[in-house]
């Protein structure tokens, strides 16, 4: 299978903080990819480059052979179209409804008719199994139903890869499982790639077909889920099976 | 002691280089809004909503503002032209007065506090709630998007509030003066008319629309680069309206001597 995305030897600091230190990684056509790591450990800040909300200090991110590194904010504006995205906390706009936040990146795309804006508001609440909800303003939903409206407005322009940003934090186990699921099904359905950030092992062995450990800046272990759990290393087990020791408190 | 005298020159430094970096990347703002303008077809709903918002939504506050004004500028100048039995001069001075400083200033400064502080407060909001990055992840430039239509609609909007403040307040000036303080009628009419020159009016207006840029620039400059959390938001917006507000009286100094000259040969 064909890269969709190919990032390479990708560096970024904040306050004078190495973040990233050479992260190379890429992602196939269709393929479900899960980054694990710990909190605060460069996670978000690899998916935010990966969609060109951040400029790395250097390094390359190559979407569909293209280097969105090396494009400023307008002109990528077009590439960004054909990634979605879900943010942790939804993102989704406060002053419209949720018709209206589906519709969004539609209208923005244009060629679209009223109706067939319409009917595919209606097409994306069914399959997050949001039907009827169109009216609704987002601070009448739950903290799940705010993530599957999320997810289908990420979705609606059938984007060729979606990136979660913890899609499942704050989420009772079974609203995080039923998620999870949405994820499989829309990517298998939509034929998309999905990028997956979370810490949470639950969802990443039910979403995975590869999970990438991010440690210390850098990709440190690569394979299944089953080659992940099966490996010996000190630092993938603490990870996996969720160990702490003392000084691991202080992050 | 020498510590200390190095801190406090230290400190303003730091407050003038970051007054400096600031002012610099309010410039960089307002010509990108300017760009924007020019390189993206207007945003007609978004125009209209802001339209309503502080065109329609500020009548209330920004004329009953104005009547006051007027109302009471004209009692206190009664008061004392009556002491050399200038009371008949009582009307051109309001009104010169309202056209060119009082009306467009009080104007500007209730918008500053009414418009201003939302729109730092919706875009900060914005931002700290990462709809700004959910725009910007759609392929839509927030600049072009929440910066263009708050900036056009300001400026149409505040030259057409300034308008009817001046109106309202050589109004009440006028009930103020004649019933109430008994100043004759048609000398205060004859004054007003023969000493308000259209330049008067039109500097008015003039101002109004400078202080207008200066308020929707300031404020989304703020609401594009807020602090963090709900107490951040707070403080963004009342920032946003605290230098507006000072932007608006320090720039109407030099305001002043411009547009005197500009419209009457620096009378």
Redesign the interface.
């Known amino acids: 299978m064909s890269n969709i995305l190919e990032i390479r030897n990708l560096h970024k600091s904040l306050n004078d903080n190495p973040v990233l230190q050479g992260v190379n990684l890429s992602v196939s056509a269709g393929e479900n990819l899960v980054i694990i790591g710990r909190s605060g450990g460069g996670k978000s800040v690899l998916l935010?480059h990966i969609?060109?909300?951040m400029q790395p200090d250097s390094g390359e991110v190559i979407f569909k052979g293209i280097n969105m590194s090396a494009l400023d904010?307008?002109a990528?504006?077009?590439h960004?179209?054909e990634?979605?995205?879900l943010?942790?906390?939804g993102?989704?706009?406060?002053s419209l409804s949720v018709e209206e936040n589906l519709a969004?990146?539609l209208r923005?795309?244009g060629g679209f008719g009223e109706k067939e804006i319409s009917d595919r508001v209606d097409e994306a609440l069914e399959i997050v199994d949001l039907p009827g909800q169109q009216k609704k303003m987002p601070a009448e939903l739950s903290g799940g139903m705010k993530k599957r409206v999320a997810l289908a407005r990420a979705v609606i322009s059938r984007p060729e890869l979606m990136l979660y940003d913890e899609p499942t934090t704050g989420l009772d186990p079974i609203v995080a499982d039923s998620i999870n699921k949405l994820i499989v099904r829309l990517g298998d359905r939509l034929n998309m790639s999905n990028i997956v950030v979370t810490h949470d092992m639950v969802s990443a062995y039910h979403i995975a077909d590869r999970i990438a450990q991010l440690h210390e800046g850098k990709i440190y272990y690569e394979g299944s889920p089953g080659e992940i759990q099966a490996n010996q290393d000190p630092v993938v087990q603490k990870f996996v099976k969720g160990i702490s020791e003392p000084q691991d408190a202080i992050v | 002691m020498t510590e200390a005298v190095e801190n406090v020159f230290a400190a303003i430094g730091r407050w003038l280089i970051g007054g400096i970096r600031s002012a610099g990347a309010i410039t960089l703002l307002f010509l990108n809004i300017l760009r924007c303008m020019v390189k993206y077809p207007i945003r007609w709903r978004l125009f209209l909503q802001q339209m309503y918002f502080i065109g329609v939504k500020s009548q209330v506050v920004v004329l009953t503002t104005g009547a006051f004004v007027g109302a009471v500028f004209a009692a206190q100048i009664h008061f004392q032209f009556i002491k050399f039995g200038m009371q008949s001069a009582v009307g051109a001075t309001v009104s010169v007065a309202m056209c060119r400083e009082l009306g467009p200033v009080f104007c500007c400064l209730l918008l500053a506090g009414r418009v201003g502080a939302a729109m730092a407060a919706e875009i900060s909001s914005?931002k700290n709630?990462?709809?700004i990055?959910?725009l910007?992840?759609?392929?839509?430039?927030p600049v072009e998007y929440l910066g263009v239509p708050r900036f056009l609609a300001m400026l149409v909007s505040t030259p057409v509030l300034t308008g009817l403040v001046l109106i309202v307040g050589i109004a009440c000036g006028y009930l103020v003066a004649v019933p109430i303080l008994g100043v004759d009628s048609a000398y205060y009419w004859d004054n007003t008319i023969k000493y308000t020159a259209v330049s008067d009016v039109l500097i008015g207006l003039t101002k109004g629309f400078l202080f207008s840029m200066i308020i929707a620039v300031i404020s989304c400059y703020k609401g594009f680069n807020p602090e963090l959390g709900t107490a951040g938001v707070g403080r963004t917006t009342t920032e946003a309206v605290v230098i507006s507000s000072l932007a608006i009286l320090i720039s109407d100094f030099f305001f002043t001597f411009i547009l005197n000259s500009l419209f009457l040969g620096g009378a």
């Open positions: 935010r969609m060109g909300l904010e307008e990528l504006n077009p960004r179209r990634i979605g995205m943010f942790q906390n993102a989704l706009f406060d969004f990146p923005e795309r | 914005m709630t990462e709809q990055d959910a910007r992840a759609m392929g839509v430039y």
